[in-house]
Nanobody, 117 residues
Framework: QVQLVESGGGVVQAGGSLKLTCAAP????????MGWYRQAPDQMRELVAD???????KYADSVKGRFTISRDNAESTVILQMDSLKPDDTAVYFC???????????WGQGTQVTVSS
């Protein structure tokens, strides 16, 4: 069973910052595209940011200019730096590791981010 271990969630006031970290087994990390998703109550899970094995990055429009995703290849971690947080960013944030061929996909357990107004 592959485990992705997330950390860094919490409660912050609007305008504040949080940093989420996801650690993956090295053999999985180096072969995977890594991403962060989030799910708010009664809503679908949505992509927040994604960073491929080659470093190609995608962001949801709602977080562009505020969130930064990066990979630390030495530590086998993916980091989501979240600045200028808004109440709408409140959700459970999930780490994701995937590869198309051969296919695999793994999820972390989720970490709660709450932004108060």
């Amino acid at each position: 069973q592959v485990q992705l271990v997330e950390s860094g969630g919490g409660v912050v006031q609007a305008g504040g910052s949080l940093k989420l970290t996801c650690a993956a087994p090295r053999a999985v990390f180096i072969m995977s595209d890594m991403g962060w998703y989030r799910q708010a109550p009664d809503q679908m899970r949505e992509l927040v940011a994604d960073i491929g094995k080659t470093g190609v990055i995608k962001y949801a429009d709602s977080v562009k200019g505020r969130f930064t995703i990066s990979r630390d290849n030495a530590e086998s971690t993916v980091i989501l730096q979240m600045d200028s947080l808004k109440p709408d960013d409140t959700a459970v944030y999930f780490c994701n590791a995937r590869n198309p061929i051969p296919h695999w996909e793994y999820w972390g357990q989720g970490t709660q981010v709450t932004v108060s107004s």
